[in-house]
């Protein structure tokens, strides 16, 4: 009881950063020069000749089958400009995205894991009084959910979203978005992905 309700009193800005945080500890990079996570603006992503991967933060969803989604706005950003100039180049840049429909599932495997960890760090620092059995309890929750925030992060970042210009005449860029499998890391998955699909 004390973990559902200290799950429920985390901000949900507190939510996202935590998210963030666990994008950030993979650091394998796949086929890419180098990967760019939860950018807050399109000045974060350099504009080089070398092919790149965006993992798009939890503010910005892909829903299956869309053209306008929150991700799609977001890569639009990314690959029109850099801070308040143009992007040279656009055919250097691959995005990921989480999925509208996962990320809630992840959220509140993220509330769940705080809560736990506060509650192993309470017992530990003597601020709470709970018996051998219920720290025990706590222990083995928060490793649990370690795992569960895991599986679910690769879950929910399962959108390859990739600009495309099928008419060099015609400057209207045309998305399409793949949707990944498998357990290796995000980027990893991701270029392996875009490298069998061409």
């Not at 569960?148 to 209207?172: L, N, Y």
Request: charged share 30%; aromatic share 4%; net charge negative.
């Amino acid at each position: 009881r004390l973990a559902d309700d200290r799950a429920a009193e985390i901000d949900v800005h507190d939510v996202a950063a935590k998210i963030v945080e666990h994008l950030r500890k993979d650091t394998q990079r796949g086929n890419f020069a180098a990967v760019h996570i939860a950018p807050e603006n399109s000045g974060d992503v350099p504009d080089e000749m070398e092919a790149r991967l965006v993992v798009l933060g939890p503010d910005h969803t892909h829903i299956s089958q869309s053209d306008d989604s929150k991700a799609i706005k977001a890569a639009e950003e990314i690959l029109t400009n850099r801070g308040s100039g143009q992007r040279l180049y656009k055919n250097t840049l691959a995005f990921l995205a989480p999925d509208n429909q996962r990320l809630p599932d992840l959220e509140q495997s993220i509330r769940l894991l705080a809560a736990w960890t506060s509650i192993v760090d309470d017992e530990k620092d003597g601020r709470l009084n709970i018996d051998s059995f219920q720290r025990r309890q706590a222990e083995t929750k928060k490793e649990e959910l370690e795992g569960t925030v895991k599986a679910r992060m690769q879950e929910a970042w399962c959108f390859a979203i990739v600009p495309g210009q099928p008419d060099p005449q015609d400057k209207k860029i045309e998305w399409s978005s793949t949707r990944l499998q498998g357990q290796d890391p995000l980027a990893v998955r991701a270029s392996k992905k875009l490298v069998q699909e061409e």
